[in-house]
């Protein structure tokens, strides 16, 4: 049985099978909610990640993009995430699938990390969030780079490409693709 996953963003509460509620986030906070690996994979897939690629996942939760990205590709990949518990989570995982030789997960602030190294950005964090990067991701990527965004667009930037994945009866995921000019 999937699981059944509402973000309301106004007033917002997580619902899942059996009634469980998770609480509230405050103001300024991101929740942690877990990308399906089908959407991982498709984001992956859209950035035409490669070996050589540099991947960093802002708000990187349990580490399974830049994990999926070393396992598929061989990709490196640097995991910002500021819950220490989930930093641990994630480094754990890498050792556990084998590629922590191949990965990094840093405790910090997706606000002030240097992703001039970058060439794929991947990101799930909210339109306010989003909107602070934008002038970030301008300044420090390359042209060639990508950045690609799970459910929430970037406000003043037109995706080049953007994908619809079903997941169940309630709620349809979006990709946004950007690639820096």
């Not at 994630?90 to 997960?105: H, I, K, M, N, T």
């Not at 339109?127 to 301008?138: C, G, M, S, V």
Request: some cysteine.
């Amino acid at each position: 049985m999937k699981t059944l996953r509402i973000i309301a963003l106004l007033g917002a509460t997580l619902l899942c099978p059996g009634g469980c509620t998770l609480p509230m986030w405050t103001e300024g906070e991101v929740p942690f909610v877990e990308t399906p690996i089908e959407v991982v994979d498709r984001m992956l897939d859209m950035a035409q990640v490669k070996k050589d690629d540099v991947l960093y996942d802002l708000g990187s939760g349990d580490g399974r993009i830049v994990i999926r990205a070393a396992k598929r590709f061989g990709t490196r990949g640097v995991g910002i995430e500021i819950d220490r518990n989930l930093v641990s989570r994630s480094r754990a995982a890498a050792a556990q699938e084998g590629v922590a030789d191949l990965v990094e997960f840093r405790r910090q602030d997706a606000l002030t990390v240097d992703v001039s190294e970058a060439t794929v950005v991947t990101l799930y964090l909210l339109p306010e969030f989003n909107a602070k990067l934008r002038p970030i991701l301008q300044k420090q990527l390359k042209p060639g780079a990508r950045v690609v965004s799970h459910d929430f667009g970037i406000e003043g930037w037109k995706p080049d490409r953007e994908e619809k994945i079903p997941d169940g009866i309630l709620h349809e995921h979006t990709i946004y693709l950007w690639k820096i000019r």
